[in-house]
């Protein structure tokens, strides 16, 4: 375990590994992303509201049938990152 990457105020739901694995990234159902350090865990950039959150409805058996989308996948590129968000955009 090189770090606990675990603010209570920023609600992870995807992760991708950086460039050359010395970075994090993550994103969030309010589609805010942010990167972090992977091997110290130190927070080094936020993108706030990268992408709209967008609630959606979901048939599911029991509990809840609401789902919150923000940001839905991350996939680190040499340079920058690729993310998809419930809104329905592609960001570079």
């Not at 110290?40 to 789902?67: C, D, K, W, Y």
């Amino acid at each position: 375990l090189l770090a606990v990457i675990a603010p209570p105020a920023h609600r992870r739901r995807r992760f991708g590994p950086g460039a050359a694995g010395s970075l994090l990234i993550s994103g969030c159902r309010d589609g805010d992303i942010r990167v972090w350090a992977a091997g110290s865990g130190v927070h080094l950039q936020h993108h706030p509201s990268a992408h709209e959150r967008h609630t959606f409805i979901t048939p599911r058996g029991g509990g809840t049938n609401m789902l919150y989308m923000g940001v839905a996948k991350i996939l680190a590129l040499d340079g920058g990152a690729l993310s998809c968000g419930g809104d329905g955009t592609v960001k570079l």
